[in-house]
């Protein structure tokens, strides 16, 4: 090769680099804004992440990402809207760790097949549960918390967003393993859980790290454990609830799903994009500071890790005994 020659073609490669992934693939691109439903309130970790990959999956695309938060029921209506769209890849879906848990908490509410009306795209990444408590509690320590609602049993309460929300299930994982009795206290949204919390009506809750981080960082909360099988690295003096309670492990995690019918081109085309976003240095970063990863999965891998969820959150809806009202 020439030595003109070899300007030119670094510029064709680094051109190529820029194109959006459709373009590379030569294959189904869209053609008009892609709407991403996130099926909770703003303000949630599905809406957080949901935003932090929606402005970069832009320029990928050749369109604008737009979120449309669609909350209540759970999730269910969000996702119902997700399922019941053209299959044309145009609607996606943000899903969580409650898409796992929701079809055997709302059996009779859920109108759409978990599992036959999706198709998985990516998994993005995932995050732990954290243990909080108001800072004017005398526990100090996972233990601590342990012994106080041991020694006077039902006493104690505990904030959620609701019946089937994850501070519900991870904080009822929590009692089964340690055998505690302490109050279930829903609301409706993560915020006015915390917000009870801060204000010391209630004294417990365990949300995803990710949305709690800034009031554990203002001193609004004190954080005791998380419930990661590792130690956090935002937080890594502080221990894990297994090293108290072992076997207790409760992670959110997010991804990205497609109504069933997508096609295999747009199912490349997106999982490409999404890939392309989160595997970067600047996106692990926002994610770490939260306090939680990026965890990237393909459609396929994806597609098993959510079944292999199903089946452990399910046991938990089970032996804890709970119902949707």
Do not use: C
């Not at 992934?21 to 309130?41: G, L």
């Not at 929701?102 to 999706?118: A, D, L, T």
């Not at 809750?205 to 590792?230: D, F």
């Amino acid at each position: 090769m020439t030595a003109s020659l070899k300007p030119a073609l670094a510029g064709m490669i680094a051109a190529a680099l820029a194109l959006p992934v459709f373009a590379q693939a030569a294959e189904w691109a869209p053609t008009k804004p892609i709407r991403v439903i996130v099926p909770f309130p703003p303000g949630g970790s599905n809406d957080i992440v949901g935003r932090l990959v929606a402005s970069d999956l832009s320029p990928l695309l050749g369109q604008q990402v737009v979120i449309d938060n669609r909350g209540g029921a759970g999730g269910i209506i969000g996702s119902e809207i997700a399922a019941n769209a053209q299959p044309d890849g145009h609607t996606l879906l943000i899903a969580s760790v409650a898409f796992a848990y929701n079809p055997s908490i709302y059996k009779s509410q859920v109108r759409f097949n978990p599992e036959k009306s999706f198709t998985p795209i990516a998994l993005i990444g995932t995050g732990p549960s954290a243990l909080t408590v108001n800072p004017k509690m005398a526990a100090k320590t996972t233990k601590e918390l342990i012994d106080m609602a041991k020694a006077k049993p039902g006493t104690l309460n505990y904030a959620t967003a609701g019946i089937g929300s994850f501070q519900h299930l991870s904080t009822e994982m929590l009692k089964l393993l340690a055998k505690i009795n302490i109050v279930h206290i829903p609301f409706k949204g993560g915020g006015p859980a915390m917000a009870d919390v801060i204000a010391g009506n209630t004294q417990v809750t365990m949300g995803s790290l990710l949305q709690l981080v800034p009031h554990i960082q203002g001193n609004r909360l004190r954080l005791l454990a998380v419930g990661s099988a590792k130690r956090n690295g935002a937080f890594p003096n502080t221990p894990t609830v297994a090293e108290t309670v072992p076997g207790y492990e409760a992670n959110n995690w997010w991804g990205i799903l497609a109504p069933a019918g997508v096609t295999p081109e747009m199912v490349r085309v997106l999982e490409a994009a999404v890939a392309k976003v989160v595997n970067t240095p600047d996106m692990q970063k926002k994610f770490d500071t939260q306090g939680a990863e990026v965890l990237y999965m393909n459609s396929v891998t994806y597609g098993k890790f959510i079944k292999a969820e199903t089946t452990k959150w399910s046991k938990v809806v089970r032996d804890a005994g709970i119902k949707a009202e």
